[in-house]
Structure formats: structure tokens, C-alpha cells
């Protein structure tokens, strides 16, 4: 029996005025894989996760999760359904605590977040602290966001997509912000989080080492199209990616 992919895109396309940001994008996503998308500004990176997550309607096309069409979905029914999604820019509670902000990204989704039955609201808890423990973050628990370091706040936003145990998990640009110091060991502690439950780990990511060391696969985008699809090895050697995207780095 074949298996239904995680992630299905088919003949996406995107129009912003006369700028096209997606060119009939098809593409399949199984189970399990780390993918990187990159790309030069503009080139439709953006666009193409805005469209999966519901942020942004494609023109024409469909895009179906675990072999359901959730196309038009909006974002929190498709977060609903099992996928998890950081930002470019945390999007944090300052208000909050560490510890606040995750519950309250455990329970959405929920009809009646005030009312939690006991047994309901112990299981985020629980969800909530084996995340902490699991990325060593549980001295900031009670800390508010504004006293995080650069990456501290770029985990926090990830482990708010991670809490609800996503099916697939989009992150954009996780290294953005952040340390040389710190970058390689947050990549290692968010794929230690997702390993052993088979998630579907997409980065938008510009760091082109980040991209060589912990992608299985990597999608070059140019001009609204994906130029290249294959292994690291074999997408930074393509004479478009090296020509459009990374100048040979």
C-alpha cells in the first residue's frame, strides 16, 4: 500500500499585481523528511509557506495534508489538524511567562480554553514541561520573554509550534537573529525534539551551513519556481542555484 504523503502540493500558483510570486509549483512531501526551502529575497519562499499554512490563497492549485484538501483553511484549523508553524520574528506573549506562553500555544484549537477539564488541562502541562526538560530551557519557566537571549526567544516560538505535537512542523528562518555561538546547537536541540515521531521538518532558511548540515533535502526557489529539488550535494551544485541563489558559498 502506498503511502499518503504528508504533503501534497499541485499547480500552486500565486499573483501579487503583475509580480508572480508562485509559477505552478508542484510538489510532494512524505513523512519524516528535513527539507530546506531557499532563496534569494522575493523569491517566493514566503509565498508558498503563507499558502500552505492559510495565511495567503493560492490563485489556483490545492494543497492537501495526510491526503485531506486544505486549501482555504484558515490558519488555526490547519494548526488544528497537525501543523505547527514558527516565525521569522517570534510572535511571544510579552506579557507572559515562558511557561504562559506555551500553555496558552497548547490549548488553541480548543472550544473552551477557560473551562479545561482537569484531566485535559494535565496533559498540556505535561506536554508543556517535557519540552522544556527536553531542550534544557526549564531555568527560563518563569521568565518573561523580554530577559531571553536571541535564541532562547527563537526556541520558545519553535516549542510553541512543537506542543501540540505537530504532524508537520514549517519553521522560517530559525537561525535568523540568532548567534554564530548559538545557531548550531538550537538546530540540534529542535531536531532532537521532532526525532522518533516521523515529523515533517520544512525550514525557509538563508544560512547556507544551517541548509548543508541538517537537510535531507533542499528546494531551491527562484522567480516564483523551484529551480532545483534534490539532496544539498546535488542542489548547490546546479548551475541556476549557484547562478540565482548562492554565488557558489
Known sequence: MTEVLALEVKGLNKKFGSVVAAKDINLDFPAGEVVSIIGT??????????????????????????????????????????????????????????????????????????????????EYEQACMQLL??????????????????????????????????????????????????KIGLMEKVLQAVQGERMTTILVEHDMEIVRQFSNRVLAFVAGEVAADGTPEEVFSNNIVIEYVTGGV
Do not use: C
Open 41 to 122: 529575497n522575493g523569491a517566493g519562499k514566503t509565498t508558498f509557506i503563507n499558502m500552505v499554512t492559510g495565511y495567503v490563497r493560492p490563485d489556483a492549485g490545492a494543497v492537501q495534508m495526510f491526503g485531506t484538501n486544505i486549501t482555504g483553511w484558515p490558519p488555526r484549523k490547519i494548526v488544528s489538524a497537525g501543523l505547527g508553524r514558527s516565525f521569522q520574528i517570534p510572535q511571544l506573549f510579552e506579557g507572559l511567562t515562558v511557561w504562559e506562553n506555551l500553555m496558552t500555544a497548547a490549548v488553541v484549537g480548543d472550544h473552551d480554553t477557560h473551562f479545561l477539564a482537569p484531566a485535559v488541562r494535565s
Open 133 to 182: 526538560e527536553k531542550l534544557e530551557l526549564t531555568e527560563f519557566t518563569h521568565m518573561l520573554p523580554h530577559g531571553l537571549a536571541g535564541g532562547t526567544r527563537k526556541l520558545l516560538d519553535i516549542l510553541m509550534a512543537l506542543v501540540r505535537k505537530p504532524k508537520i512542523l514549517l519553521l522560517d528562518e530559525p537561525t535568523s537573529g540568532v548567534s554564530e555561538q548559538e
